[in-house]
């Protein structure tokens, strides 16, 4: 007999999956593709979007006509900071623009103005200027820097949402997404910025509907509930906030690690701005303070340093053993050159500021001590990162998902330096996946409930203290 399924499509940056799962919320199907990017119309870097949309259709096609699942609903979590502007067809008439690419210095004072107007707009929207990654200064960058590009533009959708009104044909805004460092959302009024009105960008982005609402569409002639989508880092919250559980921050990672605490109401002050602490609206519409640290992506590019130093595979640490001996040796030394100094940070996280040198690796006996280290300093900045979320709010437990998760030792070193929170990974490791699916609960498994659907894991910590360790001493 076919299970009913819920499929969902999880598009990140780097890897794009394709999941099916049962009434439990059991993950009984996964394909995971990647993409090479192409260039947009300047040579820069930017998503393949018609090879991504050609296999979400070829994919979902093949799992209608699998016997062994029958699809009841469909969703969709993507990553944040990507628009996809659209004509009036709902084509899209520009690249989805790689949320790296610069913003000219003109443009962005012809945005904020004044230096007292920036620092006003900063505190109202709880975001720095992050560049394109304010979606709010990138459609205004669209408005002026390209405006043969804008004039076709009829809508402009977050990612997630264009995922859905791909199959939908229609075109809504999410508040996960109007929410995250966007320069869009005024956490004080809580509506949308003045400025959207002024510059008529409102006429851009299609109306506001809660990340519950469903669509209903035909497809190989059987109907099916589609949701709105909604952004991967907001998605991996939803669980927590379905069950029953009180006091916890919620901890996504991956290329960006995302900590999330929606039990921290203070204000967020101007230096812990600068330190990329921000605000984020959940999909109830609820303020969610959050920190954010390019943990992946650093944690990436140390590993191939290490590699090539060593001439070992790029893949050598994935059956690392962690030596606790050495591990203690290492926390113990005050070997400036041994320390990894961030090197891919800059303008963001905890340590924003540039740094001119990393790890010596030519003081290390192979490329396990090397990697040890590595550990150790990127969890002293995931420590660092997690204290400004928790504020002076006392808490009890970090739930983490995504791919850090799936690296005992560097949990237990972080578990290690932060002895007063347990540490737990969710044993659902696809978080986004999990909440883009749980947001249609209603829809398409009222039937069965959520008492049970979370169970987690503790993390060990370490036989001696990390607590006092630092990077930079």
Known sequence: MAQSVIAVFDIGRTNKKFCLLNRDYELV??????????????????????????????????????????????????????????????????????????????????????????EEMIKSSQAMDLSMLNTGLQLYSLKYDKPEIF?????????????????????????????????????????????????????????????????????????????????????????????????????????????????NTQEITSEELKQDTFKVLSYKGE???ATRLFLGREHDYQVKRIADHFGVDSKFYLSYKLDTARLQ????????????????????????????????????????????QLLLDLAFY?????????????????????????????LRILATMMPNLQFFVNTINRAAVLGAALVLHNHWNSENDLENLLSFSEVPTLQYSLEEYQTFQ
Request: charged share 25%; aromatic share 12%.
């Open 329 to 372: 040796k290492l926390s113990e030394e005050k070997f400036v050159t041994k320390k990894f100094f961030p090197v891919n940070v800059t303008g963001t996280g905890p340590f924003p500021d540039e740094y001119k040198r990393t790890a010596d690796l030519s003081l290390f006996e192979d490329e396990s001590e090397a990697y040890t």
């Open 382 to 410: 995931q420590k660092t990162s997690l204290e400004l979320v928790i504020g002076n709010i006392e808490m009890d437990k970090v739930f983490v998902s995504g791919g850090f998760s799936f690296n005992q030792a560097f």
């Open 151 to 263: 004039s076709k533009v009829h809508s402009s959708l977050f990612l997630p949402q264009f995922c859905s009104s791909y199959f939908t044909g229609k075109n809504f805004s999410e508040l996960s997404s109007l929410g995250l460092h966007s320069l869009i959302w005024n956490f004080e009024k809580d509506r949308s910025q003045d400025w959207i009105y002024t510059e008529k960008l409102n006429s851009k982005l299609p109306p506001v509907i809660n990340a519950t609402a469903k669509e209903i569409i035909s497809l190989k002639n059987r109907e099916l509930k589609c949701g709105i989508g909604i952004q991967d880092s907001l998605a991996t919250l939803v669980p927590y906030q379905l069950s029953s559980e009180r006091s916890y921050i919620a901890l996504s990672t991956g290329c960006w690690s995302v900590a999330m605490n929606p039990f």
């Open 287 to 289: 303020p969610v303070r």
């Open 29 to 118: 199907h996964e394909e995971i593709r990647q993409f090479p990017e192409t260039e947009d119309e300047d040579g820069f870097l930017c998503e393949d979007l018609s090879s991504v949309l050609k296999w979400m259709k070829q994919t979902l096609n093949t799992a209608m006509k699998n016997k062994n699942f029958t699809v009841r609903a469909l969703n969709f979590s993507a990553y944040g900071a990507a628009l996809v502007h659209v004509n009036r067809n709902g084509k899209p008439v520009a690249p989805v623009y790689n949320y790296w690419k610069p913003i000219s210095e003109k443009t962005k004072e012809g945005f904020f103005g004044s230096e007292e107007k920036k």
